[in-house]
């Protein structure tokens, strides 16, 4: 079985940073993607970054510039420093690694709250 694990979560005054951690467990092969999703009340699950095994980035616009995606493949670890929080970042952030098991399977952790307030 693999599990993934959030950690870093909390409340931050707007303008703060926070930094977010998954880190996976289990029979693990190889992880190629991983990314960073969130959903705040009442809205649909969006992309905000993911990166690939060889360090290719992608943000949403709406975190260029404030957010960095990182990964540690030796700790099958993704990470997410957020930086100049607006109170808009508030949401449930889920890591999400798609690895290759014998075959593709997209795993997603348990969530972390992230609450910015103005």
């Known amino acids: 079985q693999v599990q993934l694990v959030e950690s870093g979560g909390g409340l931050v005054q707007a303008g703060g940073s926070l930094t977010l951690s998954c880190a996976a467990s289990?029979?693990?092969?190889?992880?190629?993607?991983m990314g960073w999703y969130r959903q705040a009340p009442g809205k649909q699950r969006e992309l905000v970054a993911d990166i690939t095994r060889g360090g290719s980035t992608n943000y949403a616009d709406s975190v260029k510039g404030r957010f960095t995606i990182s990964r540690d493949n030796a700790k099958n670890t993704v990470y997410l420093q957020m930086n100049s929080l607006k109170s808009e970042d508030t949401a449930v952030y889920y890591c999400?690694?798609?690895?290759?098991?014998?075959?593709?399977?997209?795993?997603w952790g348990q969530g972390t709250q992230v609450t910015v307030s103005s």
């Open positions: 289990g029979r693990i092969f190889r992880i190629n993607g």
């Open positions: 999400r690694m798609d690895m290759d098991q014998g075959g593709q399977y997209g795993y």
